[in-house]
């Protein structure tokens, strides 16, 4: 079967900072309760009139850039985003008329926090089966217009970030491949971590009441989902060194979506892991959702953390809830 090749990587972030003491002026918080709790130090907010599509376009030219690759160069595009520049169309095809990309394949992905794994997953999947040799995928999320930055709003208001990552992944013949892949899903937790409106059964899709009850604001159950996050991480690492016939100590790097530092450094104790084989950069961005792999994998190859021939895994969970990995040799 073909191999896949990561050829190149991305990401851009929003200029402006957001500090936990920003966030104290906005409501009952404190930089002391997010570090402690969070790991959060600061994360990115859009400036007015920037789009989640500027963002995307931004990671996805440096990712083409870094592979020596021409945007019309590529045969399919997966974007994983869960705020979509407008209801729909989703944001792929923006990234299609904002690159120029010549009328190529556009599939939006929505898996939340596990976006990015199950985009790599596909492309994967597209490209050993001879469907594509070229693929293009990006984690892009702007959350800030989305938060309650009233005391209501503030366990989620704290957490979350923006930006994007991008990463080409092509047929190759070297060594370079996407081992092994573990996806799931499981339903009756939609709502321990959703944003339910507006909704597309109910008439208008939203109305005066469900703002004023705060009801397009995304929700969460805090304890819950650190609960289930840390267990479901666990079982997905297990399941692509499973699959992939590898030891958790052959390891160079475990990149975890950036949802919590507490969440990775449980993760890393039950595999005892090194800090060495585990990435973070949550207190800089916060949660960036679909973004937070990609922006974490573009700074890692940026840092030096991979060279060729070493196994990484990226793992995720989020709201669903879905949860995954990926087993790659870079
Ligand atoms: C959200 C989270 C940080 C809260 O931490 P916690 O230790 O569970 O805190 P608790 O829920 O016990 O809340 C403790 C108190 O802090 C308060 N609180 C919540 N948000 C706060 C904030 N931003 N600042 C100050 N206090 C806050 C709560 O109201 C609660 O007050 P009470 O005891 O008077 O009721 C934690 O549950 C978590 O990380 N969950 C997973 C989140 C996540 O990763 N989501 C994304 C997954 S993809």
Redesign the pocket.
Known sequence: MRRVAFTGTGYHVPDRIVTNEDLAGM????DE??RE??GIRERRWIAPGQTNGDLAAAAARMALDDAGLEPTDVDLVVLATISSDNFFPGNGVLLERDLGMGHVAALDVRNQ?TGFIYGVATASAYIKSEQADTVLVVGTEIQSPALDLSDRG??M???FGDGAGAAVLQAADGDGDVLATSLHSQGQFNDA?WCEMPCSHIPGRIDATHIAEGRHHPK?N??L??KH?VRRFCEAIQEVLTKGGVDKNDLALVIP?Q??L??TEAVAKRFELTPEQVFSNIHKYG?TTAASIPIALAEAVREGRLKCGDLLVLVA???GFTWGANLIRW
């Open positions: 409501m009952d918080t404190s309760w997010i709790r969070s926090c503030r366990d208001a704290v957490l971590l969460m805090g304890r989902v650190f996050a979506h949802a919590n507490r969440i949660n969970f989020g709201s």
